[in-house]
């Protein structure tokens, strides 16, 4: 996506508002070359526009918004210590590797594309995405993908897609794939098991959303290893630590354990990856979603909870969505998905919130208005359509997020996730 028409002179123009816009392009006029120098060089609430290309590994740590075109990447972005009452925003941009650590303000991710290098080496690296000590971290519309290791191990796993370390997250519509393993080349007695999707850990809170998430593939056997297990499949969420979990959404997310390793001719093919994995003292909540496996000769449960609590919502918890980018005079539809019948609402603000409330889901917006939108109808959704002002500059933010009663004629709420809607 290109934004806004402004060209170079036309952004220097902008340099007296409230909120500075800069350029940021490693191959024409711009304020900047580079993304680091841009993001050093800038305040808060100021906004970077970044053109299609290639940029060096960078540090932010202030509230600022990072608009990019289609094509921006860099091999590292570190988001960390956005001070408390700060958001940034990053939208659009690639990435080999993405942290947010040590985060007291609020960063919101949207159509980030994490995708880490495989290799012959990749099992037990680094996540595409580090999350820890964080307290607000918003992603919408993304997808990290954990690096296959071709030559899989006979001991380490394979890398986590995700992985969430006291913090609290939330991911809307996105995609987390674990590591998968290629095929080992000894014959030990038990190849490692692929990576994981979503790893939640260290008394973390995470909020899952219309998102598929699938464990990556066990460790292949060599073809002449007759007594080798292979690798089995890694989980697509594992919850640990005195952490929760909350998975929403509807049929067609699917969140899926990885494939079982392949044997040798006379080996034991190894089990597939469970869809939810919940360790004692951790919680999860779900409904909606379809949690599945792949077949095994040795199969394990699609939610393992032999100590943990996994709870099936009745009635579903529901969702929203976005329809619709955020280009100024534009329309863009909100859509609450929940059960029929129910009653239905939407609140927008401007700054995020984490506030306690009944039920299993925060109140995460500061709510400045609040619609009605009656009940939800056989379609199992109903839309709100909102147009984005002309006169919003780039970087204007707004937040939604919406509630089902269940009670039909008023009674207790439950929320849906949050959604951005970043003017760009």
Not at 6 to 26: E, I, K, N, P, W
Not at 180 to 193: H, I, K, Q, T, Y
């Amino acid at each position: 996506m290109r934004l806004s028409a402004l060209g170079f002179g036309g952004l220097l123009a902008t340099l007296a508002s409230a909120q500075t816009q800069y350029v940021v392009d490693d191959s024409g006029p711009a304020h900047f070359n580079d993304l680091p120098a841009a993001v050093a060089a800038v305040s808060p609430g100021d906004v970077l526009i970044v053109r299609a290309g290639s940029y060096s590994p960078t540090v932010l740590s202030m509230g600022i918004s990072i608009l990019c075109d289609d094509g921006a990447r860099v091999p590292l972005l570190d988001i960390t210590g956005i001070p408390a009452g700060q958001v940034a925003v990053v939208s659009a941009l690639q990435a080999q590797r993405l942290a947010v650590t040590s985060c007291a303000g609020t960063v919101i991710l949207q159509h980030m594309q994490v995708a880490v290098p495989s290799s012959n080496s990749a099992a037990g690296s680094s996540p595409a995405l580090d999350v820890v000590q964080s307290v607000d971290l918003r992603v919408y519309r993304s997808s990290f993908l954990a690096p296959r290791d071709s030559n899989g191990s006979t001991s380490i796993p394979g890398a986590n897609a995700v992985a969430v370390h006291a913090s609290r997250a939330e991911f809307v519509r996105c995609t987390l794939v674990g590591g998968g393993m290629g095929e080992v080349g000894s014959c030990a007695a038990n190849l490692a098991p692929g990576g994981i999707g979503l790893l939640v850990r260290g008394q973390s809170s995470v909020h899952v959303a219309g998102t598929a998430i699938e464990g990556g593939d066990g460790s292949d056997a060599r073809w002449s290893c007759d007594t080798t297990w292979a690798g089995a499949g890694g989980a697509a969420i594992a919850v640990r630590e005195n952490s929760s979990v909350v998975i929403a959404g509807s049929r067609g997310d699917i969140i899926r354990g990885g494939r079982p390793g392949q044997p040798s001719y006379y080996g034991e093919q190894g089990p597939n990856g469970s869809a939810l994995v919940v360790d004692a003292g951790s919680t999860a909540r779900y409904s909606g979603a379809s949690l599945a496996v792949y077949n095994s000769q040795w199969p394990r449960p699609v939610i393992f909870a032999p100590a943990g609590a996994a709870t099936q919502a009745i009635p579903a918890d529901p969702t929203l969505e976005r329809i619709g980018g955020g280009t100024p005079g534009t329309q863009v539809v909100l859509r609450v998905r929940g059960p029929i019948g129910l009653l239905a609402t939407l609140e927008r603000g401007r700054q995020p919130l984490i506030a306690p409330s009944l039920g299993p889901i925060p109140l995460l917006i500061d709510a400045l208005a609040q619609f009605a939108l009656g009940a939800i109808p056989a379609t199992g959704f109903v839309d709100k359509v909102v147009t984005i002002s002309p006169s919003d500059p780039l970087g204007t933010r707004y937040l939604w997020q919406g509630s089902v009663s269940l009670a039909p004629l008023g009674g207790t709420l439950v929320r849906t996730n949050s959604v951005p809607v970043i003017v760009r």
